[in-house]
């Protein structure tokens, strides 16, 4: 039986088409998987910086506008106007703001707030105005469906019961006096 093996594979090996049909087939699934892995990091690193935008000109609409007391909704609408390529935002995007003490801080939940499509719709965990002076943490948890979800980075990024995968950004203020 080894000999047998053992004589198919030199014969294999002596065709001249043989051998490189061999490291094509070892070869491609890594090329395409290479491929697959840029293009998921390229949609998702522009998706990550349209969330930091959305929520940098939000921030900065919210310090400009200081007599405005900004809803839940409000500045949900705008987070996702302003992070304008980012599908099915009004339903994945989910906020929680908190009053900062400056004196005791020690830092947000380990994990952040996010919508679980998969799951019942629970209230949201913290969602503070604060008060003059205040400083304000605000972060956003967006979910999104990886592009290739069973090859290269699509696979990796750990997921919800829905399938969707998550990316979060943070950003602070300080409430100023009306």
Known sequence: MTRLLTRRLRKFRKEEGGFMVAEFAIAIPLIFTLFLTSVELGIHTVRQMFLDRGMDMSIRM?????????????????ICSYSAILPDCDTQLRLEMTLVNMRGFVGLPSTADCTDVSQPITPLRTFTRGSDHSVMLI???YMFDPVFRMNGLGESFTKDGAGHAKMVSTSAFVQEPR
Not at 62 to 78: C, G, I, P, S, W
């Open 62 to 78: 919210v310090r400009l506008n200081t007599a405005k007391n900004y809803t839940h909704a409000e500045l949900k609408d705008m």
């Open 139 to 141: 972060r956003g948890c």
